[in-house]
């Protein structure tokens, strides 16, 4: 059961590529590898440990308040992650602007919060919120990844295009976030179909 857990969030039930979960912070920070890495990883966080405290406070948490309680927990680890990256990584932190922030508001998170931890026991929640968080960190950083070598020639900011290389500049522009992710959702559905 755990397994499976984990592996539906990397593949059968890809946050981004299967459920298209997370638009904003998909579209918006994934101009490079690393802008995706990072948001990717803070969702990990915040999902691993959102998930862990909702397990353990679901059967005192009153019906009717659930979400308002699930936001505030959600809300707590965000501003950790917000904080930390201010501090440590300043450059990501103003790369990755108000989208930090509104993971609190990001589906992903809520929706396992109210769908999975909430309802399973612990160890089955940690596995689901690692799974889906992962599954979300891949596709921001396979985006980015393909948007910055196709965009600026690059690769986590090392060239690896030959100097002829012109960049496709509309890759790392809003349109280009769009065109690469209709690419990967298509591709995706190809191999399923397979």
Known sequence: MSKTNFLKGLWKEHPVLRQLLGM??????????????????????????SSFVVSLIKKVVPHQVRIAVYTVIIATFV??????????????????GPYVPLIVVNCIILGRCEAFASKHHMADSLIDALG????FAWGLFLLGSIREILGAGSIMGITIMPQ????LIVMILPAGAFLVL?????IMNRIEQK
């Open 182 to 186: 209709g690419l990967m959702v298509a």
């Open 79 to 96: 501003t950790i992650v917000d904080i930390f990256l201010k501090a440590q990584f300043p450059q990501i932190s103003r790369a990755l």
């Open 132 to 135: 889906m968080g992962f599954g």
């Open 164 to 167: 002829a290389y012109n960049p």
């Open 24 to 49: 904003c912070p998909t579209l918006a920070v994934t101009t490079t590898a690393i802008n995706g890495l990072s948001m990717g990883l803070a969702v990990v966080f915040v999902l691993f440990f």
